[in-house]
């Protein structure tokens, strides 16, 4: 079940990407914000952060797993799924590096030997993912296409603008916020 675009949280998430990518960064792109808030409020629901599964069912956890689910000569089965893979991993990457750069910190420090995201560069990942699922758009969504494309060009001002939203919603302390949290890191 998703969250409504009437809930309060899709409208305070609406409200602070608007204010920070208006202000900040004086983008008025409205499909690119609706994009980037509705992205918000789909990974406050954990599943929707982790909804990609390999061919046994189990849930892909780690950005190394999904750039081989995503690639046509390793296991996408057509390039509908090798396009779905992709932009899953620019959101994923763009969400995590925006609001949750600690996390990456972690992966990257603590668990080095554990992880196979220990080594990756969410950032060129995320911009490599976006770029390729624009041009994979198949052609009943042309225009998230050229959304796609925004965040591939754009992908390090839309992590800044992200790390306002963050300053900002800690600045607010929303419980939402700090339950979400608490589920992505354990």
């Known amino acids: 079940m998703s969250i409504s675009p ?55 956890e780690d950005v190394a797993e999904m750039l081989l689910e995503g690639d046509i000569l390793f296991r996408a089965t057509s390039l509908e799924r090798e396009f779905e893979v992709k932009r899953h991993i620019g959101d994923f990457t763009l969400f995590m590096a925006g609001l949750f750069p600690e996390h990456i910190q972690f992966i990257r420090s603590r668990r080095f030997l554990l992880s196979p995201d220990a080594l990756l560069d969410y950032v060129k990942v995320g911009r490599e993912a976006y770029r390729a699922a624009a041009e994979l758009t198949p052609g009943p969504h042309q225009p998230i296409g050229m959304v796609l ?30 339950r979400l949290q608490q589920e992505i890191w354990g």
Do not use: K
Request: aromatic residues 10%.
């Open 6 to 60: 009437d809930h309060p949280l899709s409208r305070l998430f609406q409200q602070l990407v608007e204010r920070n990518f208006s202000r900040l960064l004086d983008w008025s792109d409205r499909p690119l914000l609706q994009y980037i808030s509705q992205l918000l409020t789909d990974f406050t629901q954990v599943r929707n952060l982790y909804r990609l599964r390999d061919s046994r069912g189990r849930a892909l």
């Open 149 to 178: 494309r925004q965040l591939s060009d754009q992908f390090e001002l839309c992590l800044f603008g992200l790390h306002q939203v963050r300053a900002d919603l800690d600045r607010m302390q929303a419980a939402g916020f700090r």
